[in-house]
């Protein structure tokens, strides 16, 4: 799953810490969202899914 989040923010030309503020965190966590060490909950995918203006169901593609 953070694969695929970091393959679309950069898309999206968002840095870690753009992506960070739109989901109330930091950038350390979104770094580690994507790194896949730290767990993400139903609310945060959902808030990053809105973040990128994209489906949440995409998230889950590797």
């Known amino acids: 799953m953070g694969k695929s989040i ?4 950069k898309a999206k030309g968002l840095s870690q810490a753009e992506l960070a503020e739109f989901i109330g965190t930091n950038q350390v966590v979104e770094s ?3 790194m896949g060490t730290q ?3 139903i609310d945060t ?6 973040a990128l203006k994209t489906d949440i ?3 889950f593609k590797a």
């Not at 970091?6 to 923010?9: A, K, N």
């Open 45 to 50: 995918i959902q808030k990053i899914a809105t």
């Open 32 to 34: 580690r969202y994507e």
């Open 6 to 9: 970091q393959e679309i923010r």
């Open 57 to 59: 169901s995409i998230t």
């Open 39 to 41: 767990y993400l909950t």
